[in-house]
């Protein structure tokens, strides 16, 4: 007697290459900076994927995690090689971190400067979760403006900097760091340059786009006392990696939403680990 037509027919996994090649439109490596290493780190391209972790660090914990969860390829956001090496031999902590992804089945592919830069990057995925709207780059390319470093948009009615910064708390991953103002807490913003990661050096383009406030991180005290001297905009600082989390998500729902449609389908989960390397915050005569 025949059987009935499956009404469920399980969607093939795509190839490590599947998965790369898509990454690798979304985040052209093209775009990356000149000093930057990004790509595949370790993997066979013809192996199968069918889960896919995001995460901001490739850190021990985070390599534990993927490996316990069964991914088959782990997307980072920073880099474990950022500068040439000879050798990955276990007796490095480096080393030792390829050699467990490579026992454990797993893949390691880095997406940086190039997601940076990116039409959306990781400063969009920051702006939107602050709720920001008509978004463009704080410092576009020179050959394609539509792609470049942070973001300058806009709140749909001004509040002042300290309902700002609350706003900025909120929406990001909380951290020993926690988030530091500098500025008149009654100075109404509105327009807002934000910056994913480290982002001192983009003054001169935060100034020259009329932003209110600045969010970003990793604000040295020169560089920010000078900036707000200048009567430069008012300046919110919060942790690196909670900065450039957010983008994760997108990242993930980017993937699973491409891979869907050519037809193919994985698994993806958004690493939560706080991989800030800061563990405490002390204040005076705490």
């Not at 037509?5 to 000149?34: G, H, K, N, Q």
């Not at 390599?63 to 069964?70: C, M, W, Y």
């Not at 390829?73 to 090689?81: A, G, I, Q, R, S």
């Not at 910056?195 to 600045?214: K, M, N």
Request: net charge negative; charged share 20%.
């Amino acid at each position: 007697m025949p059987q009935p037509a499956a009404t469920d027919v399980e969607t093939a996994a795509p190839t490590l290459r599947d998965v790369v090649a898509i990454l690798e439109r979304v985040y052209d490596p093209s775009w990356a900076e000149p000093w930057d290493a990004v790509g595949l780190v370790c993997g066979d391209p013809d192996e199968p994927v069918r889960t896919v972790a995001f995460a901001v660090d490739p850190v021990a914990a985070v390599i534990d995690e993927a490996l316990e969860r069964g991914a088959d390829l782990l997307v980072t956001h920073h880099p474990l090689f950022l500068r040439g090496v000879h050798g990955v031999p276990a007796t490095t902590f480096k080393g030792r971190l390829v050699h467990r992804l490579i026992r454990g089945g797993a893949a390691l592919f880095t997406a940086h400067t190039n997601a940076d830069s990116a039409d959306p990057g990781v400063s969009d995925a920051l702006a939107r979760a602050l709720d920001l709207h008509e978004l463009r780059p704080l410092e576009p390319r020179a050959t394609n403006p539509e792609l470049g470093i942070g973001r300058v948009g806009e709140l749909a009615v001004a509040e002042p900097l300290s309902a700002f910064a609350a706003r900025v708390a909120a929406a990001l991953p909380a951290t020993a760091g926690g988030v530091r103002v500098a500025g008149d807490p009654d100075r109404l913003v509105q327009r807002v340059a934000v910056c994913g990661g480290a982002g001192d050096s983009l003054f001169g383009a935060v100034r020259s786009s009329g932003a209110d406030a600045y969010v970003t991180a990793d604000l040295r005290h020169h560089p920010a006392s000078e900036a707000l001297e200048a009567g430069g905009p008012a300046l919110v600082d919060v942790a690196h990696w909670a900065s450039e989390w957010p983008w994760l998500d997108h990242a993930a729902q980017t993937l699973r939403s491409t891979l869907s449609a050519a037809g193919t389908n994985v698994e993806t989960y958004v690493s939560t680990l706080v991989t800030d390397p800061w563990t405490a915050h002390l204040t005076a005569g705490s």
